[in-house]
């Protein structure tokens, strides 16, 4: 382990008890800040034992790392985390299944969901298939003329292309009907899947292979469609070892599909722990290294600088994926995923970006219309937030929902209506199941369709029928948000002096990443601070300079902050507390480095 340069600045006077939080007015987020409780012990000794940097020690043991535990975390091995795969239930049937498909030369189709999850899982075994120089077709609906989810017409186009076998990803668990009538016809279908199961899997199924599944006891619910996907073809991989199949052929390397399992963990938005954790890891590991060309090509194109992250997987990479099945059709993103031939990835490379610059700019102005909407009808006084406007794009209703959450911090819902229905995705907020509380909608016949998981949500319903909705979603979930709201912490790791704000220190606090939810990216804290210099660049992101009693400087950005409450304090000219995530200052350059403000309070 190494201490790191920035660590006398750092910890200056950090003697490995944390300093107290500064007394402070109310804070722009609304949000009481508190101390990430860690055992102040473990920390001491994981920096005397491991030889860590005190301060990046305390990080660690907040996040439940132990002196035991801690050179594992810093090396995350995939063979050390990677279960045996048959713990997923239903997977022997799945990769015996497919490994006969395989050695019998029995075509096998897929089908995916048109989100990032769906489009990387597809990939995963389009790329595999590839390695075998084996066919391989895949069918990914278009989400506005056919919507989520496998249909008994998609399972027949993929018959008509020879598939007897047909793996649906990302989707299938609930697709009861459309399953029993393609095995009526003699398809089997192999289900691999990670959405909430209120129930048994479908009957028509030969193998539903789901984390989430009432009966399966795996543990492993962190883990994506492409996460499930990768675990598939470690299964079928090791069958097929096991019959003898690469006696005659070269096996391939696995490891080269972990880039794109980290692309649809990230972009899932699931927990960076355990088994999850590594599989990050290791697949930026590969990104960093070349990886999926299709991915590298897009890379260039959006401008991804430096060492891979989960920003680049999160901010840069996924959305332009997403852009494909949002505004255009996720086959592009597929494509551009699986194919060998260097120009069309980059001519692809260079269509998504385009396209996700076009859904920008739908998504403003649903965004728009959609606070316009919530005003006048004075909706933020709901406990849950449901919207509707005619024509708003179905591809940018759940953005605009997250990026609403994140201004009202409740539960919403946006629908865009179309000929008397309305189609809509919700994003949720911490402790409140949206998803549990659509498909209850649904079953109460308050929707077309509906269903999720605890943080967001799809439905598709009757514009008759939305005002009942509204109202069944504020009496269901409105005590939950209350108390959430009554409960909003913002966890601070330590407050350090001005100094520490450098690229020395950010390089070190990312190597113990990669971040995410369940092990969240360190917030630290200034104290007595004035801002100067404040001006707004970009899309309402505001600059400035923060500047201590002492004369010490701090380059730091809020993004998105005009005309909020967090741009008030930051120009007010007042004597302010402020945190945020410390970055290097690639506009600088050299050993600079730049906070990114989250939130900001007036000194008391």
């Not at 398809?187 to 989430?212: C, E, F, R, S």
């Not at 998105?560 to 945020?580: D, F, K, N, Q, Y």
Request: hydrophobic share 45%; net charge negative; proline share 4%.
């Amino acid at each position: 382990m190494t201490s790191g340069s920035a660590e006398a600045d750092v910890n200056a006077g950090f003697d490995g008890a944390p300093v107290p939080l500064p007394s402070m007015g109310a804070t722009a987020s609304g949000r009481r800040w508190r101390l990430r409780a860690a055992d102040d012990r473990e920390a001491l000794t994981i920096a005397q034992k491991a030889g860590v940097d005190p301060m990046l020690a305390r990080v660690l043991a907040a996040r439940g790392v132990t002196h035991e535990t801690v050179e594992d975390y810093f090396a995350p091995s995939l063979r050390a985390a990677m279960p045996d795969p048959l713990i997923l239930k239903d997977m022997d049937r799945a990769a015996a299944r497919l490994a006969t498909a395989i050695r019998e030369g029995e075509m096998v189709g897929v089908f995916g969901d048109y989100d990032v999850d769906g489009t990387t899982a597809a990939a995963i075994f389009k790329t595999y298939f590839n390695w075998l120089n084996l066919p391989l077709f895949v069918y990914l609906p278009d989400r506005i003329s056919e919507g989520y989810g496998p249909s008994i017409d998609a399972f027949r186009s993929l018959k008509d292309e020879g598939a007897g076998l047909i793996v649906t990803v990302d989707c299938g668990a609930s697709a009861h009907q459309p399953i029993e009538e393609a095995a009526a016809e003699g398809l089997d279908i192999v289900v691999i899947d990670h959405h909430q199961m209120n129930g048994p899997p479908p009957k028509g199924a030969a193998a539903t292979v789901n984390p989430n599944r009432p009966d399966d006891i795996s543990g492993l619910t962190n883990l994506s469609a492409a996460g499930v996907a990768f675990m598939t073809i470690v299964a079928l991989n090791r069958v097929l070892r096991d019959a003898g199949y690469f006696k005659t052929r070269k096996e391939p390397d696995l490891k080269g599909l972990l880039d794109l399992t980290a692309l649809g963990l990230v972009c899932d938005v699931m927990p960076i722990t355990g088994l999850t954790r590594v599989l990050v890891a290791q697949g930026l590991k590969v990104l960093g290294g070349g990886g999926n060309e299709g991915l590298a090509a897009l890379g260039e194109r959006a401008g991804v600088k430096g060492a891979a992250s989960t920003y680049h997987l999160g901010f840069l990479l996924g959305p332009r994926i997403n852009a494909a099945g949002r505004i255009g059709h996720a086959r592009l993103a597929f494509e551009l995923l699986t194919t060998g031939d260097k120009g069309r990835r980059f001519e692809l490379a260079e269509k998504l970006h385009l396209m996700n610059a076009e859904r920008q700019e739908i998504e403003a102005v649903v965004q728009a219309a959609a606070i316009r909407d919530i005003v006048t009808h004075q909706r933020q006084a709901n406990d849950v937030i449901v919207t509707a406007g005619e024509g708003w794009h179905p591809g940018v209703v759940g953005i605009v929902a997250g990026r609403l959450k994140e201004i009202y911090e409740k539960p919403v819902i946006v629908l865009g209506l179309d000929d008397g229905t309305g189609k809509g995705s919700g994003r949720s907020i911490a402790s409140v199941d949206l998803g549990a509380a659509v498909t209850q909608a649904s079953e109460k016949g308050l929707l077309i369709s509906g269903g999720g998981h605890a943080m967001a949500a799809g439905l598709t319903i009757e514009r008759g029928k939305i005002d009942a909705f509204r109202q069944y979603l504020i009496d269901a979930l409105g005590g939950a948000v209350r108390d959430a709201l009554q409960n909003r912490i913002l966890d601070i790791d330590a407050m350090i002096a001005p100094s520490a704000v450098s690229k020395s220190f950010a390089d070190l606090v990312a190597t113990a990443g990669p971040y995410g939810p369940g092990n969240p990216e360190p917030a630290f804290a200034l104290a007595n601070m004035r801002s100067v210099g404040a001006k707004i660049v970009g899309k309402g992101h505001l600059s400035l300079t923060l500047t201590s009693d002492t004369g010490d400087q701090v380059r730091a950005i809020a993004f998105r902050a005009e005309g909020e409450p967090l741009a008030e304090i930051l120009t007010s000219g007042c004597r302010i507390h402020v945190t945020g995530k410390i970055r290097a200052d690639d506009w600088r350059g050299g050993a600079a480095g730049q906070l990114q403000i989250s939130d900001a309070a007036l000194a008391n």
